[in-house]
């Protein structure tokens, strides 16, 4: 028997170039940056001082009651609000025969930040003389001081949780955090429950946000991040010869997935905005902080997508690379791309993450979104700051332009650290 032919309906984003899809779309085809110095807390000290943050947002300019998430932490009110361009978007809230039980969520979510400031103040308030941790006194400051809800919220889970409640989703509930990759191996997993009739509909995608203490001191201290600290905005420089690193970003991208059959039988096939068609997941199983050299698990992963949608390379017209920007990460992508789609391959490849920045577990879904986009104006996104050609990075990365093109077929990678690894094949 076919497996169940997947559909998306609805999309939506908050991000740093945006706070809607056709925002993000005009600042990305506009070649414009995310990326600011750094206003979430002072990183002045800091290697790197600037990041690509989500600025002047308001959840009540999304939602009727923002009241009743008035404790969300911040990467789930970006959610909410990408999750109701989604679903308005989708026509789903006007079916009176949605089945709310056969209506699930699986996200590819971060966690959230800490309550550091108070965390910080017990140790320092409850340190004795002889550099120990008096415990009792910490934990009976810390019933006075640390803020409950913030405990709650710093859980990964609780996008799920909020976007349950918010659209009374009552079906399977997962989430999944394999860090970068996180977002694209949640859709990808959705669109596996839909074809194995588990859910009619799939509320997927992802949210994240470190850039906060904690978050930007471990990556610098990975030596991950770029440190362009005085000439930050071009700081992300995916596949250039001059890049130094990521931009560390945050955000939510959400997307509505569901059974063609069900889309049809409610008289909505004008909502469908693309049909996924494959994919793939694969493990480096090589080192968490390194990435197989030779690119075997990234290769690997684009021929599982290539093989579950039944498609030749030559069916594919663009590649949204992973394209962090880090010197391991675009060579080792390049080597994958050329095992796959041959040395000499003219297949078009960029990566948003030049302008929004890395987005971390919500990369892959406002990745995928750039992709519809794609396909529906015809054009490519660019890589910006793409100025000096590397050697070792020798495919046709649209560099710092959008491309007109004919644009039917769309691959998009994502690559976590710690090895793993995820792409989906979408056709409009």
């Known amino acids: ?103 699930g969520i699986y996200l590819g979510s971060g966690e959230g930040s800490l309550d550091f400031d108070n965390f910080i103040s017990l140790v320092v308030d409850a340190w004795n003389d002889d550099d120990t941790l008096n415990t009792p006194e910490w934990g009976r400051l810390g019933f006075e001081r640390m803020n409950m809800y913030r405990e709650v919220e710093q859980e990964s889970h609780m996008v799920v949780s909020h976007l349950a409640a918010e659209f009374g989703a009552r079906g399977p509930a997962f989430n999944v955090l394999t860090a970068c990759a996180a977002s694209t191996q949640a859709l990808g997993e959705a669109v596996c429950m839909i074809r194995r009739g588990e859910a009619d509909a799939m509320i997927s995608g992802g949210a994240h946000s470190m850039i906060h203490p904690l978050g930007v001191m471990g990556f610098n201290r990975l030596t991950a991040l770029s440190m362009r600290n005085d000439d930050f905005e071009t700081a992300s420089r995916p596949f250039d010869a001059t890049r130094d690193g990521f931009v560390l970003g945050e955000g939510a991208s959400i997307l509505i997935l569901e059974d063609y059959d069900k889309v049809v039988a409610r008289g909505a096939e004008d909502s469908i905005l693309a049909e996924v068609m494959g994919y793939g997941s694969s493990a480096d199983a090589f080192r968490i902080t390194d990435q197989d050299p030779r690119g075997d698990g990234a290769a690997a992963s684009m021929r599982a997508a ?54 971390i577990a919500a990369a892959g879904a406002t990745e995928l979104i750039t992709c519809i986009m794609a396909m529906q104006d015809q054009i490519l996104p660019p890589t910006a700051n793409l100025n000096t050609p590397d050697p070792d990075c020798t495919l046709d990365y649209i560099p710092n332009e959008p491309r007109k093109a004919s644009v039917k077929t769309c691959m998009s990678n994502s690559m976590g650290f710690g090895g793993q690894n995820n792409t989906i094949i979408i056709t409009g």
């Open 306 to 359: 290539l093989i579950d949608a039944d498609m030749s390379v030559d069916q594919i017209d663009y590649i949204s690379a992973h394209g962090t920007g880090t010197k391991q990460n675009d060579q080792v992508e390049t080597l994958a791309m050329k095992q796959i789609f041959g040395d000499d391959t003219k297949v078009p490849v960029s990566s948003a993450k030049s302008m929004l920045g890395h987005l």
């Open 1 to 103: 028997m076919n497996p169940k032919r997947v559909v998306i309906t609805g999309m939506g984003t908050v991000n740093p170039l945006g706070h809607s899809v056709q925002d993000t779309w005009d600042a990305l085809l506009a070649g414009k940056t995310g990326i600011s110095k750094t206003q979430t807390f002072d990183a002045s000290t800091f290697p790197t001082t600037f990041s690509a943050q989500v600025l002047d947002f308001d959840l009540a300019d999304h939602v009727d009651d923002a009241e009743k998430h008035r404790h969300a932490g911040r990467h789930c009110t970006f959610a909410i609000a990408a999750a109701v361009q989604a679903w308005k978007q989708s026509g789903l809230g006007q079916y009176d025969k949605l089945d709310r039980d056969r209506l």
